[in-house]
């Protein structure tokens, strides 16, 4: 399955999905020389937002990626009140939503401790280099620790050269 | 007549930057090539998810052929 975050971004953005953009893809945005294979977003998951995420995914044969039988993502109201996940796989690639970050909090923290970036397709949110560093913190795997080392590398980077973005 | 530091540039070796913290530094000593880096840096973040998705196309189109060798 190809995996096209500009396309699933883009998707999300016409949808006016509130989002803030986390995880690799933050990373390879603030620079880091690395490859992920998924697109992760923390948003807020009020019954209107995960409308809108149902919108922008909805012909993209969405499904419950982590459900043992691959369950379709079709919101209920219920549904709506008990997720505190989303994790999907589409037609354009793994799209994980989380309702929080680990090291950071709810959406309201993560949209504090972002910063706007601006592509050809539009303005996005992502977290800024120390709240990435603390939710790789948190996170602790082998591969968050090693990112964190290129996090840490770019951020001094930045310090020594302000023209840096 | 190319000189003794160019040369192994030309080979491979990373040139340290002059400025470069101890951060950086470590990275390198990690094991990463910051010299992908300090090109990430240089460009847009546009332009970063752009080379971002043609190693991710690469990456699958490998994993794919693999995939296919392996079922013949």
Same mark, same amino acid.
């Given at each position: ?5 500009k396309a699933?971004?883009? /998707? !999300?953005?016409?949808? +006016?999905?509130? #989002? ?6 933050? @990373?390879? &945005?603030h620079?880091?020389? %690395?490859?992920t ?5 923390c948003?807020r998951f ?6 809108r995420i149902?919108a ?5 044969h969405?499904?419950? /990626? !982590?459900?043992s039988? +691959?369950?379709? #993502?079709?919101l209920?109201a219920?549904?709506c @009140?008990? &997720?505190?996940?989303?994790? %999907?796989?589409t037609d354009l690639g793994?799209l994980?939503?989380l ?12 949209w504090k401790?972002s ?7 539009g ?9 990435l560093?603390a939710?790789k ?5 082998q591969k968050?620790?090693?990112?964190i080392?290129?996090?840490q590398?770019i951020k001094?980077k930045?310090?020594q ?5 | ?5 160019t040369?192994?540039?030309m080979?491979g ?15 390198m ?7 992908l880096v300090e090109?990430?840096?240089?460009l847009t973040?546009?332009q ?7 190693a991710l196309?690469l990456?699958?189109e490998v994993?794919?052929a693999?995939?296919?060798?392996a079922?013949?």
């Amino acid at each position: 399955m190809p995996q096209n975050d500009k396309a699933l971004l883009s /998707r !999300l953005k016409e949808q +006016k999905v509130e #989002f803030v953009i986390i995880g690799g893809v933050c @990373g390879v &945005l603030h620079g880091a020389s %690395l490859v992920t294979l998924d697109l992760d977003i923390c948003c807020r998951f009020n019954r209107e937002n995960l409308r809108r995420i149902e919108a922008a995914v909805k012909d993209l044969h969405p499904r419950h /990626r !982590l459900t043992s039988n +691959k369950l379709p #993502f079709e919101l209920t109201a219920e549904l709506c @009140g008990s &997720l505190k996940n989303i994790c %999907l796989n589409t037609d354009l690639g793994v799209l994980d939503c989380l309702s929080a970050v680990a090291g950071i909090g709810d959406y309201e923290q993560v949209w504090k401790q972002s910063v706007p970036y601006s592509m050809s397709y539009g303005e996005f949110r992502i977290l800024n280099l120390d709240a990435l560093i603390a939710a790789k913190s948190a996170a602790g795997r082998q591969k968050d620790l090693d990112a964190i080392r290129l996090l840490q590398a770019i951020k001094e980077k930045r310090g020594q050269q302000k023209d840096l973005f | 007549m190319i000189d003794e530091a160019t040369l192994a540039q030309m080979n491979g070796e990373y040139f340290m930057p002059p400025d470069a913290g101890p951060a950086w530094r470590a990275a390198m000593e990690y094991g990463f090539d910051m010299s992908l880096v300090e090109d990430a840096l240089q460009l847009t973040p546009e332009q970063r998810l752009e080379q971002h998705q043609r190693a991710l196309d690469l990456i699958l189109e490998v994993k794919e052929a693999g995939e296919r060798h392996a079922a013949k």
